[in-house]
């Protein structure tokens, strides 16, 4: 069976969703059908993230990431609000813990303000009012948009607009190859003005199949939240470390849950195949053995000081370890306090291999026929509606 359309999106995750809404409300007739492998939609990252909705304090004013996140910010909180999906707005505080620290907050500062986020440098007294438990050596960054929603019910929300505006979405729809012409799948093939890859994990593969991805691989980092089981109150808002800003990730921290649940995390732990969530699970041996490779590599060579990374983040396998790290920032917090982890995630982590670094910005390639978005890791989710309309009308309109 072949089946012919304007615009052929792989993924059904967030990235694949708004871009086919974005592309639904600027073309009406645009014949667009998105392929999922699973049997569901947004059942990998985009289902599995943190559902904190950043402000965009972290990334450089001249980045995708800083140049999306305070406007995605404020549209994902008016999508919630307007198809009723409950959200959290109950802010942020990032606290130092020594006087390096404060000098990084003002970079925070910096970054933020430049980013238009809105922001504000507090001082130890005034972050003890905004949350109690936290504790901060002299200043603390205040962002009072930091938010939290329900990712499965945005994506759900989504699901339903595109069936509404006459997107079709195909679950249980394996892509499989590319012949140059065509798009294979378990399900037949595919005809298509504009490929779009957005399969995440799996996005430099496929995007390899196409002539791109050349200089890059993905390497999965399972992310683990741990529950604070003894009660809701005892955190009130989101209390984050100062993050190395080397590094793509922001440490562990305090996220209340949209139900107001507090859990700290998240881990940033290598995995070794690109969906290894539980033990055996997904196991692929060519796969693994490549990513094996790729990590050796990397813990060799030491690049971007991978061999600590690694270290440090397989020491938080350790309940205890993980707990003593979260409790800096909230001393008070009860140890026993804490109850089970939450479902892992994995982060599609692109790697310059020429480089051999990890990449910090979200990566977009493509010509004429196909488009490949290699890298949307977090804040992907909170970007998603303003990157999206962004890859429509710079790459595929």
Request: net charge neutral.
């Amino acid at each position: 069976m072949k089946t012919e359309c304007d615009v052929l999106i792989i993924g059904a995750g967030i990235i694949g969703l708004t871009l086919a809404y974005a592309l639904a409300k600027q073309r009406e007739r645009l014949r667009i059908i998105v392929i999922e492998k699973e049997d569901d939609i947004s059942l990998h990252a985009s289902g599995r993230n943190s559902g904190v909705i950043h402000a965009g304090i972290y990334y450089p004013p001249n980045s995708l990431k800083g140049r999306f996140c305070v406007e995605g910010n404020a549209n994902l909180k008016q999508y919630c609000r307007e198809q009723a999906i409950p959200l959290l707005e109950c802010g942020k505080l990032v606290v130092a813990m020594d006087e390096g620290e404060v000098l990084q907050l003002e970079e925070l500062y910096r970054r933020g303000t430049a980013n238009g986020a809105r922001v504000k440098m507090v001082t130890k007294e005034e972050a003890a009012e905004l949350e109690p438990a936290a504790f901060t050596h002299e200043a603390a960054l205040y962002s009072p948009d930091t938010a939290s929603s329900e990712p499965r019910s945005v994506a759900k929300a989504l699901e339903a607009d595109l069936t509404a505006l006459g997107v079709i979405i195909l679950t249980g729809t394996r892509y499989e190859g590319w012949d140059g012409e065509n798009v294979l799948t378990s399900k037949g093939t595919f005809t298509a003005q504009k490929v779009v890859n957005a399969a995440g994990l799996y996005a430099d593969k496929i995007g390899r199949d196409f002539g791109f991805s050349k200089r890059y691989t993905i390497i999965p980092f399972k992310g683990l939240y741990l529950k604070y089981g003894k009660n809701k109150s005892d955190i009130k808002i989101h209390i984050y470390p100062v993050p190395n800003l080397a590094f793509p990730f922001l440490g562990v921290h305090f996220t209340k849950t949209v139900d107001g649940t507090i859990k700290i995390g998240p881990t940033a732990i290598p995995g070794f195949w690109r969906e290894n969530y539980k033990g055996l699970e997904n196991f692929k041996g060519e796969e693994a053995w490549e990513i094996l490779k790729n990590e050796t590599r990397l813990f060799i060579s030491n690049s971007f000081n991978f061999r600590a990374l690694a270290l440090e983040e397989i020491r938080k396998y350790s309940r205890r370890y993980f707990i003593g790290l979260a409790r800096r920032l909230a001393p008070g917090i009860d140890p026993d306090g804490f109850s089970d982890f939450t479902t892992p995630g994995i982060r599609a982590q692109l790697v310059d291999t020429e480089k051999m670094e990890l990449v910090q910005d979200f990566v977009i390639e493509g010509d004429d026929r196909s488009t490949h978005i290699l890298n949307a890791v977090s804040p992907g989710w909170t970007c998603s509606f303003p990157f999206s309309r962004y890859t429509a009308e710079k790459y595929l309109l």
